[in-house]
Each structure stands twice: as structure tokens, then as C-alpha cells.
């Protein structure tokens, strides 16, 4: 099992702010990503990174950034924060091993944005 | 891209019974997983499962890739398995796709 770990939990913040959500993990899986969710809907992929240096956006358009200069460390930036940005944030990691490429869900951040 | 189809949306049992749960997908898949999510939104990995069958305790699940559809066994369910549960289907690239997932209360 992936120890996977997101800070804050829970975020108020006002529009324009600059916020960095934390993403880490223990487990030196290559394979990272961030998803967002909103009450009752399902996930969608923001970003991913298949290791240092490298990132990739997903499928749903999104006005935040990531970085990966650590293998353990992948933190989503918001340079100016906007109601609409209000969700939920998961980050994910995951490694293939022993025929499977599994993703590991941190307990996600819940944004709200006044 | 690839669609993901789950079924039914909502779903409400007695505990100590029996469901099924399904996923349709629209392509051929190399990874396919089934998730828990927890009233509090934490997100458990229950199976990777892109083809065959697996089973953990009281979950089981099928995929059957020819075919692009799998499903999830729950039997004698209990409170806590509420939640949401969600298929979410990938290619070579190693990113997922979700389905909407499907909401199950359990009352005891």
C-alpha cells in the first residue's frame, strides 16, 4: 500500500490569492498525477508527471501548474485563485509492479474559493 | 477518447445483500481498476483487473475484455461498504479514465 499524502485537507481562500497544494509520497513511484472533482461527479485527470522534470497536462483544461524536481514531491499551483476553482483535489501515484500498474489516492484537498 | 459507462447510478440495499455493478467501456484497455470512494472522498484501490477474475474477501470482479465490460461483486454487504464506486479504464499511456461511479447505500 502507497503512503500518499496531500496538505492542507481544507482551504478558504479569496479570489486572486496564490495558492500551492502539497502533494508527497513515500513509496519512489515515478508515476504521479493530479485529478479534480467536484461533489458527485467523477474524476478527471489535470496533470501527470512520468517522472523528474517531466509533466504533462490531462484531459480537462486546467489554469493551475505542477512541478516534479523531486521523485517524492508533485505540488499544484493556482498563481491566482478564482471562484470557479472551487473543488476537490486528488493526487495519485502509482508504479508498475508484478503485472500491475496500480494508482494510490492521497486523501485529496477541498478547495473553496469566496 | 476512451468512454466509461457505469451502472445503475444509485443503488440502495438491506445489509447482507448482494449487488452487482457494471462497467461498459468504449475501446480495448490494458489497465483497468475499481475504486471505493468513502463518504469522507478518500479513494481505496480495490482491483486491477483489466481482464479475468479476482477476488478479496466479500468483492469479486470479471472483466471480460473482448467484450468491454466488467463487473463488481459485492455479497453480504455491510454499512460500510457505502460509498462510491468507480471503474476507470487506461491504455498504454498510463492514465485513467473515470466513470461517473455508482452510489451505494447500505441501511442497516
Known amino acids: 500500500e502507497a503512503d500518499i499524502y496531500q496538505t492542507p485537507r481544507y482551504l478558504v481562500i479569496g479570489t486572486g490569492k496564490k495558492i500551492t497544494l502539497e502533494c508527497s509520497q513515500t513509496m519512489g513511484h515515478d508515476k504521479m498525477y493530479w485529478y479534480q472533482q467536484d461533489p458527485g461527479m467523477e474524476l478527471h485527470l489535470i496533470h501527470y508527471?512520468?517522472?523528474?522534470?517531466?509533466?504533462e497536462k490531462g484531459d480537462l483544461s486546467s489554469e493551475s501548474t505542477v512541478s516534479r524536481i523531486r521523485t517524492e514531491h508533485f505540488p499544484l499551483t493556482l498563481e491566482s485563485a478564482r471562484p470557479s476553482h472551487t473543488s476537490q483535489y486528488l493526487c495519485?501515484?502509482?508504479?508498475?509492479?508484478?503485472?500491475?500498474?496500480?494508482?494510490?489516492f492521497g486523501p485529496g484537498t477541498r478547495l473553496l474559493v469566496l | 477518447g476512451i468512454q466509461v459507462e457505469q451502472s445503475p447510478p444509485d443503488l440502495i440495499l438491506q445489509e447482507g445483500a448482494n449487488s452487482t455493478l457494471r462497467c461498459n467501456f468504449s475501446d480495448s484497455v490494458n489497465n483497468l481498476q475499481w475504486f471505493h470512494q468513502n463518504p469522507w472522498g478518500q479513494l481505496i484501490n480495490l482491483f486491477y483487473i483489466p481482464s479475468g477474475t479476482k477476488q478479496n474477501g466479500r468483492l469479486s470482479a470479471t472483466t471480460v475484455a473482448t467484450e468491454r465490460y466488467s463487473l463488481l461483486y459485492i455479497s453480504s454487504s455491510q454499512t460500510t461498504d457505502s460509498g462510491v464506486y468507480f471503474c476507470a479504464v487506461g491504455g498504454s499511456n498510463y492514465k485513467l479514465t473515470f466513470g461517473k461511479g455508482t452510489l451505494l447505500t447500505v441501511n442497516p
Open positions: 495519485a501515484s502509482s508504479e508498475y509492479s508484478q503485472g500491475q500498474e496500480t494508482q494510490y
Open positions: 508527471s512520468y517522472g523528474v522534470n517531466s509533466t
